[in-house]
């Protein structure tokens, strides 16, 4: 783990052993007081540096998205809040630095048709031979469940073989974020696919002692960097493969398996609409299905438009460029 080296190393391991032992996770947190660590010993800084046009500097010096600059700036405010209570300043210098103003976010969307070209892709890249064939079937289960029930990437690779219930075609997820268990009700297609995987590996393992569902001929899970790179090499073969782009002060966000889960979501709302149905209606439902800890944060999709329309904005904006 990286040190501190600043004049503040002291208090700031102070500080991370103090949060860690109200139980908070600080590897995240830790690197951002790293950076805040580091602008001090760039700047030859010491005690009576630390004043608001000190922190402004910093925040200015940072080369980041503006989400990034704030979590840093943050975290820095915290800090010094613990400062204070402990007695080593009278006021926290960062209390009226104002966060910079966030871009506008728009995630890649797969349109239904997209994400079937995506799996069909996978689908091509099966090899023929016993060693790999059993791992090329689990990652394109993977991925799978991550389009048709809008899972998170680490969600299937930690399900176990109770978890899935094949009579009532439902599959039960543990414990992920917000600490929250759902269970989910899985499109025949996904249960046909799962079947057909089990009856695979129950020929290919014949000693299967292994709890997790999807795993590779050595009884161990399919990894989070082995979904990733198979994904990363489809988006080519699909002709999908585009880096992220920020034109004015919006991002387009490049795919990820992580847009698969945005696109479910938006899809499901898009056919609701196109029923006549209302979609704001629906949110506290999908929101109980996509493992939310409240609706609103589900209501975000209902600003994300179709793949199509997004595809058309940037491709405007790109034209403008072109012209000017």
């Known amino acids: 783990m990286k040190p501190f080296k600043s004049f503040l190393a002291p208090q700031l391991e102070e500080h991370i052993s103090y949060r860690q032992s109200l139980g908070y996770a600080m590897r995240t947190y830790r690197n951002h007081l790293l950076c805040f660590d580091q602008y001090l010993i760039d700047t ?36 010094f809040q613990f400062m204070v209570r402990r007695g080593y300043f009278k006021e926290n210098p960062l209390r009226d630095i104002p966060p910079l103003k966030k871009n506008a976010i728009v995630p890649f969307i797969f349109s239904l048709e997209q994400t079937q070209q995506l799996l069909d892709a996978i689908c091509k890249r099966f090899h023929k031979t016993k060693g790999y064939f059993l791992t090329d079937l689990a990652l394109y289960l993977a991925v799978l469940l991550l389009a048709r029930c809008g899972m998170r990437i680490s969600e299937p690779l930690k399900l176990k073989h109770h978890h899935y219930r ?7 997820i543990q414990r992920t974020k917000f600490a929250k268990d759902r269970l989910i009700p899985v499109p025949q297609e996904v ?21 997790f569902l999807l795993v590779r001929p050595n009884q161990k899970p399919i990894t989070d960097f082995q979904v990733r790179r198979l994904f990363r090499t489809v988006l080519k ?8 782009r920020v034109i004015g002060n919006v991002n387009f966000l490049q ?42 944060y589900t209501s975000v999709y209902l600003r994300v438009t179709d793949a199509l329309s997004r595809k058309q904005l940037v491709d405007f904006s790109l034209w403008q460029e072109r012209k000017e």
């Not at 073969?237 to 992220?244: A, F, K, S, V």
């Open 44 to 79: 030859n800084a010491d005690r009576h540096s630390l004043y608001p046009g000190f922190f402004l500097d910093m925040r200015a010096s940072l080369k980041m998205q503006p989400s990034s600059v704030n979590a840093i700036l943050s975290v820095t405010r915290t800090f």
């Open 166 to 172: 094949r009579d009532d075609a439902t599959i039960y």
């Open 191 to 211: 249960v046909t696919q799962i079947q057909n995987y089990l009856s695979v590996r129950k020929s290919l393992i014949p000693n299967d002692q292994s709890p």
């Open 237 to 244: 073969d699909i002709g999908l493969d585009q880096p992220r």
């Open 255 to 296: 795919p990820t398996p992580h847009s698969l889960r945005h696109s479910f979501a938006v899809n499901a709302l898009l056919k609701i609409k196109k029923r006549g149905g209302s979609a704001k209606h629906a949110l506290p439902v999908l929101a109980d299905f996509m493992g939310h800890s409240h609706y609103m």
